[in-house]
């Protein structure tokens, strides 16, 4: 069984910025993928990015340029860098990871964390 924790969410300003860290219970370079999902109040989770096992990043056209995702393998972290937030930006970012298996995926979640920007 694999935890994560996410941490660094907060309130903040419109054009500020806030640094989510996801935390594993194991190393992560098992993981195939890594990455943060965004749900908005009353609405569906979307993913903002993701980090592969070879470090390559997808990040959503929605934040792209905003948003950059990282991470530290000696520390078994996944960080989500956000600059420039955006009120549409609140909503409760989680973190996910995933590892293939013969013939399914495991995922496993975090318990989110909430973002609130306000003006």
């Known amino acids: 069984q694999v935890q994560l924790v996410e941490s660094g969410g907060g309130l903040v300003e419109p054009g500020g910025s806030l640094r989510l860290s996801c935390v594993a219970s194991?190393?992560?370079?098992?993981?195939?993928?890594m990455g943060w999902y965004h749900q908005a109040p009353g609405k569906e989770r979307v993913r903002v990015g993701l980090i592969d096992n070879e470090g390559w990043t997808n990040i959503a056209d929605s934040v792209k340029g905003r948003f950059t995702i990282s991470r530290d393998i000696a520390k078994k972290t996944m960080d989500l860098q956000m600059n420039n937030l955006k009120p549409e930006d609140t909503g409760i970012y989680s973190c996910y990871a995933q590892a293939p298996r013969a013939d399914y995926t495991d995922t496993w979640w975090g318990q989110g964390t909430q973002v609130t920007v306000f003006s």
């Open positions: 194991r190393s992560i370079v098992a993981f195939s993928a």
